[in-house]
Nanobody
Framework: QVQLVESGGGLVQAGGSLRLSCAAS????????MGWFRQAPGKEREFVAT????????LYADSVKGRFTISRDNAKKTVTLQMSTLKPEDTALYHC?????????????????WGQGTQVTVSS
């Protein structure tokens, strides 16, 4: 079993930055691709960023490209999402997820394990 716990969310003004972290426990995750997804009230969950098992490949949603950076430390079993130049439309509950496939993927159905999420609120 895999457990994922997110942290680092909070309230920030537009233009500010936040750093989200995802700590994994349980089964070895070094061969898993990892991803960040978000869900705003009344909206469907959407892809934000993903990283391959090695960290050598990343993908981003167009809406965050150039502003967000995903990274991972397999030795520490952590995945980080560095968010900058935040906008009010980035407000959402952010979830970390793990996919048993090695490749970075934006497909929600490829992820087997999900964290409870951390809230990010960006004020205008």
């Amino acid at each position: 079993q895999v457990q994922l716990v997110e942290s680092g969310g909070g309230l920030v003004q537009a233009g500010g930055s936040l750093r989200l972290s995802c700590a994994a426990s349980g089964r070895l995750l070094s061969t898993y691709a990892m991803g960040w997804f978000r869900q705003a009230p009344g909206k469907e969950r959407e892809f934000v960023a993903t990283i391959s098992w090695s960290g050598g490949s990343t993908l981003y949603a167009d809406s965050v490209k150039g502003r967000f950076t995903i990274s991972r430390d397999n030795a520490k079993k952590t995945v980080t999402l560095q968010m900058s130049t935040l906008k009010p439309e980035d407000t959402a509950l952010y979830h970390c997820a793990a996919s048993p496939g090695a490749r970075a993927t934006p497909q929600t159905d490829q992820y087997d394990y999900w964290g409870q999420g951390t809230q990010v609120t960006v004020s205008s």
